[in-house]
């Protein structure tokens, strides 16, 4: 099962669902349990609990009164507590009387040299970026990364919002975020925010949430095994055409570059055949003698899904190329100059029955959509999915694939030196050669994405890449993760 991820609105009411646990105060008690669980075992880690110096940062509502629980169970184990009580007169009651008895200690501002702060200022009630109070507390601290203490969110990174990701300013960014039952949106759309998440068991669960299902859109992402597992492996029987074979239209013979990468990607990512079509054949040939390569469409042989667009031009016969390959019952996959020319002419895919997956950065969507991506990029490209009945990869550091009922995948690529000129035309080679093979198009999308982040990761090691380097990623990518099933 895909993992899924709940906006605030679905959180509550899985909650709910639990009746009296959550008016009884188990939820809260089993929350703020595995808050102090998590921390303890970072102290552990670290040298050890006893003497510790932990601070709290606590809000007004109930993410407050998990910090303060979990601040008692730490200075129970000998941990020195020291909490901040943005709004004293509202602090969570329970919460602080428990914290006071295990001898946790409350000031006006955090001390110095402290190894870890919790951030329990807000969680799923949160709305807008930190406020003043908070921010202050914060952003006196030195960063994690250069030798101040680790921050730890509960629930949430306070001002990063619960449902769209959005990270106000200020903010807190998280080392850990601790998470109760089902991770919220935020911990994919927002995740270099949240740091590493980590789910929690409370007893709630995802399968109790019932309404506004249609109303806000669904997001979920693919396991690791999940990816390595649609992935095309040839059977015994099969053959060279038997796999499916994937047309590329890309590039030209003065910017044969985007050709030869979508090429290649296509040659890559899957066994069986890939064809070329376009005037950079014998550029694409010369890197890949593999490529069954042909000038014109009237000279390709059959294939059963096709890449069109990245550097194959906006003119007339681009336009003529769309009509042609659109106009089939074949999946297609349209990139980059075939997106712009697709804006002028949205006719061509709108409500098209064939598998259709449109691949646009930022900029091709704000053309696609008639309006900027803005700040709630999952309901943006849900919107455009449905609208369109087509499906949408929005391409980032999180990537989000919408399928036409709204049903959204996203990946987080975990590291953004993918963000490099011709990253793109690998991608769209990537999943154009999985919908050869047959895969839907949403999946096509998500699991092209995982491989080509994970090559990314790969190909750096912590250094810039180029697209070609990426590319020459691919492969080792796929096999790490097929190997996690054999490992599994
Ligand atoms: N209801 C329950 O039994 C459970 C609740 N849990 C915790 O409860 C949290 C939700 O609690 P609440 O509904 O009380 O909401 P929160 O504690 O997340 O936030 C609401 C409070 O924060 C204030 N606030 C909102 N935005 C702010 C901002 N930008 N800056 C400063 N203050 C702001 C509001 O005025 C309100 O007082 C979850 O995130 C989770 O941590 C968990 O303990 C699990 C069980
Ligand atoms: N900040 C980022 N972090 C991680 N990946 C990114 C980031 N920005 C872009 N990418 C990925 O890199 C690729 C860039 O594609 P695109 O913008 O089409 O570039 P090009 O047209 O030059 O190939 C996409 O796969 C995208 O998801
Ligand atoms: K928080």
Known sequence: MPIRYLDAEAVRQAEAATGDLLTGGTLMRRASAGVAAVILRELRRTGGCYGRRVGIVVGAGDNGGDALHAGAVLARRGVACTAVLLAPEKAH????????????????????GLDLVIDGVVGIGGRGPLRQGAAAVFARLTPA????????????????????????????????????????????????????????????????????????????????????????????????????VVGVIAGSARYPGAAILATGAAVTATSGMTRYVGTAADEVVSHYPEVVAARTLDDVGRVQAWVVGPG????????????????????????????????????????????????????????????????????????????????????????????????????????????????????????????????PPQLAGAAAARVHAHAADLASRGAPIGASNLLGAVRPAIRDLRDTLSAG
């Open 93 to 112: 009651q329970g919460g602080l009387a428990a914290y006071r008895n295990a001898g946790g200690r409350i000031d006006d501002a955090l001390p110095e």
């Open 145 to 244: 990364e250069s030798g101040g203490p680790l921050i730890v969110s509960v629930d949430l990174p306070s001002g990063v919002d619960a449902d769209t990701g959005v990270v106000h300013d200020p903010a807190v960014r998280a080392s850990i975020t601790v998470t109760f039952g089902v991770p919220r949106n935020a911990h994919l759309l927002a995740a270099p925010a949240c740091g590493r998440v980590e789910v929690v068991d409370i007893g709630i669960s995802a399968d109790a949430v019932t309404s506004n299902a249609d109303a806000a859109p669904r997001l979920s992402s693919l396991t690791d095994a999940e990816v390595a597992r649609c992935w095309p492996v040839p059977s015994p029987s099969d053959d060279k055409y038997s796999q499916g």
């Open 312 to 439: 194959a031009g906006t003119d007339d016969d681009a336009l003529t190329v769309l009509r042609a390959l659109l106009g089939t019952d074949l999946p297609v996959l349209v990139d980059a100059d075939g997106l712009t020319v697709v804006a002028e002419h949205p006719e061509l895919v709108v409500g098209r029955t064939a598998p259709t997956l449109l691949t646009p950065h930022a900029g091709e969507f704000a053309r696609l959509a008639g309006a900027e991506v803005g700040a709630d990029r999952l309901q943006a490209v849900a919107d455009l999915a449905t609208r369109w009945r087509v499906t949408v990869l929005l391409k980032g550091r999180i990537t989000l694939v919408a399928d036409p009922t709204g049903a959204v995948l996203g990946n987080d690529a975990g590291g953004s030196w993918a963000a490099t000129a011709g990253a793109g035309d690998v991608l769209s080679g990537i999943a154009g050669a999985l919908l050869a093979a047959g895969l």
